[in-house]
């Protein structure tokens, strides 16, 4: 039983990576239809985004009243229903409307679900299960070129997602039975996270789903936790703005084509994927805290190679290599998250480190964009390098304070 939920798990991971960047790969044929600047896609963007934050926030209330595979299919099925409207829809407000359950769905299981790895999976699988992600997401551009090159609409490209959602919904509902199957045996454990994870006492993670509810400013005074969120808020403001603005970086300060920058940019997410992969056998040697700091001396190394005036070929590597040690750190800070502060606050810190990534995921690239077109493209690697310090200094101080217990 435990290892076939643990396979349902794997193939939602890999179910959600799916639409995410759909809206990317769909936007130039979708914003002539409605007539629309190409810009709107970041109103699009923003809309869904502040459903994640407003679900993350959320999902801990959610998670204990209903349990995670409930909150799972739930959001899921929000999801599906969402990606079906959005391939019925021939209007821009149309978009926006169904752009808020889309983001409520995607927020509430991508909280709940980190959390219930973190607590029953070890390492390993945290790494697997956002390398599986990262998959999803390589294949719905592909998915929606499909339908493009056959003569279909864009709309086609969003329903084929959506079918596959649905899909999903309908195993996780059968699944059911084997979340509380899997709980109720977590409780019987005598010690240790199941498969092989951090040692976790057995009371405590019985009482993940148990207890007071805790509220935002609760929270926010338990030691370490303003650390921990600005730590996740300034990864994904480094990974978003990666991935956003490699492809102008390459093309005008590295010198290449248009064509060869978009190819090559793909090499950041090609380096997460694989990365991924490989940290999945470095974290049975290796501790989270190490493999976040192996991963932010990667950056750190990537960041310099960008920052050589050799052209193209350290800028590439550079970009490769911030990707590599970008791998290891987003799934090591959520599974870190019930040794740190507690089985029984894990879904509210992982609640509210989610809602930091979405405002940093959210608002950093465009912060960028501002210095990009206002001063230069090239200073690009000065502004990972910043998010990087502080991202650093926020993780160092959030340890000291979870040793020593002190504000």
Same mark, same amino acid.
């Given at each position: 039983m435990f ?15 799916l639409p995410?960047? /759909?809206?990317g790969s769909?936007w130039? =044929?979708?914003y002539?239809e409605?007539?629309?600047p190409? #810009?709107?896609a *970041?109103v699009? +963007?923003?809309i869904i985004?502040?459903?994640t934050?407003?679900?993350?926030l ?15 299919m739930?959001?899921v ?9 959005f391939s019925?829809s ?5 978009l926006c409307?169904?752009?808020?359950p889309?983001?409520?769905g ?6 709940s ?6 607590l029953?999976?070890?390492s390993?699988?945290?790494s ?5 992600w ?5 294949l719905?551009p592909s998915i ?7 003569g279909?609409t864009w ?8 079918l596959?959602q649905?899909? /999903?919904?309908?195993v996780?509902?059968f =699944?059911?039975p084997?979340?509380?199957k899997?709980a109720? #045996?977590?409780q *019987?454990?005598? +010690?240790?996270?199941?498969d092989g994870g ?6 405590t993670?019985a009482?993940?789903?148990?207890g007071?509810v805790?509220?935002?400013?609760k929270?926010?005074?338990i030691?370490?936790?303003k650390e921990i969120m ?11 703005t990666?991935?956003l603005w490699a492809g102008s970086?390459l093309a ?6 248009g064509?060869?920058a978009?190819?090559?940019?793909g090499l950041f997410?090609?380096g997460i ?6 940290s999945?056998?470095?974290t049975?040697k290796?501790?989270d805290?190490?493999m ?11 960041i310099l190679?960008l920052?050589?005036?050799?052209g193209?070929i350290?800028?590439l590597?550079?970009l490769?290599v911030?990707g ?6 987003y ?8 040794e740190?502060?507690?089985a029984?606050?894990s879904?509210?810190?992982?609640g509210?480190q989610?809602a930091?990534?979405y ?10 964009g501002l ?9 690009f ?5 910043v998010?990087l310090v502080?991202?650093?200094?926020m993780?160092?101080r959030m ?7 002190s504000?």
């Open positions: 290892h076939l939920l643990l396979a349902i798990i794997y193939l939602a991971f890999i179910s959600l990576g995410d960047s /759909l809206l769909a130039p =044929s979708m002539q409605f007539q629309v190409v #810009s709107y *970041g699009i +963007s923003m985004a502040a459903g934050i407003v679900s993350s959320l999902s801990d209330r959610l998670t204990r009243k209903f349990g995670t595979g409930k909150v799972t739930v959001s099925a929000m999801t599906a229903a969402a990606l079906f409207g019925m021939h209007s821009f407000w149309a409307l169904w752009a808020v889309y983001g409520l995607a927020g509430g299981v991508d909280a679900l980190n959390n219930y790895v973190a029953h999976y070890a390993r699988h945290m697997w299960l956002h390398c599986m990262g998959v999803g997401a390589s719905g929606m070129s499909f339908a493009l090159t056959r279909q709309n086609m490209g969003y329903r084929y997602i959506s596959i649905i899909a /999903l919904t309908v996780l509902l =699944s059911l084997l979340w509380k899997n109720s #045996s977590a *019987g454990e005598s +010690s240790a996270r199941i951090a040692e976790l006492d057995a009371g993670e009482s993940a789903g148990e007071e805790l509220s935002l400013k929270i926010l005074g030691p370490g936790a600005v730590t996740f808020f300034c990864y994904c403001a480094l990974e978003q990666a991935g970086y005008l300060h590295a010198g290449l084509s064509q060869q978009a190819g090559y940019a997410f090609l994927t694989i990365g991924r992969g490989a999945g056998f470095l049975m290796l501790k805290t190490q976040i700091r192996l991963g932010q001396g990667l950056i750190l190394f990537g190679a920052l050589l005036p050799f193209e350290t800028a590597v550079g490769a911030v590599l040690g970008c791998a290891p750190v799934p090591c800070i959520i599974h870190s998250t019930p740190h502060f507690g029984a606050s879904q509210a810190l992982i509210v989610m930091s990534a405002v940093g995921t959210c608002f950093m690239p465009s912060v960028f210095v990009a077109n206002h001063i230069s493209v090239s200073l690697p000065v502004y990972l390098a998010i502080l991202m650093v200094l993780h160092e340890l000291r304070k979870r040793e020593s217990g504000r």
